[in-house]
């Protein structure tokens, strides 16, 4: 609750700025679209990247996509540094994060595949887990079939490059990535051997 502090003018125009504040950010797809060019180089006009190394994200959703986007704008005071990226997002406003992420979630995935040489031991830990490591079933966050958990902010996994998820559990393992919530993703990853790491990160791509 405001307080008047100086005439009703002072506490009208205070109301519409705390209003503003709480405002929730509604995404423009059409100028999303238009804003989305500079990512189109590395990720692919509709969100889906074909070199290994960068992520699609294509049908992520809003949440995790604009969670991201708002860590990367932090630059090194945020937890997932990246120059490339900092350089693209570090000028960005709510609203360009907002209209991106909305466009971005509206396109669809395109399907990857697994390598067969990592389809059992892919299939066991994102099915089970490892009980004897204390390495918990992928899919228990991550859905049964890679579609992620909106609501809670987990990513979709189905399709996504097997270098990028390779990567991500690498950078969770090592400390470099740090912006899971309560240190989840690096507490499983610490537990994972370098095989699982390569076993998960093909298996998910060819997961649907």
């Known amino acids: ?118 389809v059992s031991l892919g299939e066991k830990i994102y099915r089970g887990g490892n009980p004897k490591t204390g390495v918990p079933a992928c899919q228990g966050c991550h859905d049964p079939a890679g579609r992620g958990n909106p609501p809670a902010g987990f990513p979709a996994l189905s399709g996504q490059q097997t270098g990028y998820a390779m990567d991500q559990l690498k950078a969770f393992k090592n400390g470099t990535r740090s912006n899971d919530p309560n240190e989840i993703m690096r507490d499983i990853s610490q537990r994972m051997t370098d095989e699982e790491i390569e076993a998960v990160g093909n298996y998910v791509s060819g997961l649907h």
């Open 1 to 118: 609750m405001l307080r008047k502090i100086a005439g009703i003018g002072l506490y009208f125009i205070l109301s519409v700025a705390v209003a503003a504040e709480s405002a929730v950010l509604v995404p423009d797809i059409n100028t999303g679209r238009q804003k989305s060019e500079p990512c189109a180089v590395c990720h692919g006009p509709d969100g889906n990247s074909v070199v290994p190394a960068w992520p699609k994200i294509a049908g992520q959703s809003e949440r995790y996509l604009v969670e991201q986007l708002k860590e990367y704008r932090k630059g090194d005071k945020g937890t997932r540094f990246n120059a490339v990226m900092y350089g693209l997002v570090g000028t960005l406003t709510d609203q360009d994060i907002v209209d991106l992420a909305g466009y971005f979630a509206s396109q669809k995935e395109t399907p990857g595949v697994t390598d067969e040489k990592w």
